[in-house]
């Protein structure tokens, strides 16, 4: 059983930056994924930046360039670091956790993110 906690949200003005952290918490194996989702009103959830435990990462497109995903795996800890923020960021964001073969199995409460003037 795991728990993932989020934390580091908040709101901040266009151009800021926030970093997200989540923590995983209780019996586990080696989590070989974890990555960030994120949701915001009246859209799907979307993949936002995904880790492994070996090193590789993915960003979807529209953060490129702006957000960093990083890991410390012996505080079994993900990061998420998001620079020249934008409104459509706007969004609750979830921590998610997995193994090989079901890497969606652990799901973070969520984080409000709200860009704004």
């Known amino acids: 059983q795991v728990q993932l906690v989020e934390s580091g949200g908040g709101l901040v003005q266009p151009g800021g930056s926030l970093r997200l952290s989540c923590t995983a918490s209780?019996?586990?194996?080696?989590?070989?994924?974890m990555g960030w989702y994120r949701q915001a009103p009246g859209k799907q959830r979307e993949l936002v930046a995904a880790s492994t435990s070996d090193g590789n990462t993915n960003y979807t497109d529209s953060v490129k360039g702006r957000f960093t995903i990083s890991r410390h795996n012996a505080k079994n800890t993900v990061y998420l670091q998001m620079n020249s923020l934008k409104p459509e960021d706007t969004a609750v964001y979830y921590c998610?956790?997995?193994?090989?073969?079901?890497?969606?199995?652990?799901w973070g409460q969520g984080t409000q993110v709200t860009v704004s003037p």
């Open positions: 209780g019996s586990f194996g080696r989590l070989y994924f």
């Open positions: 998610n956790a997995g193994y090989v073969g079901n890497t969606n199995l652990y």
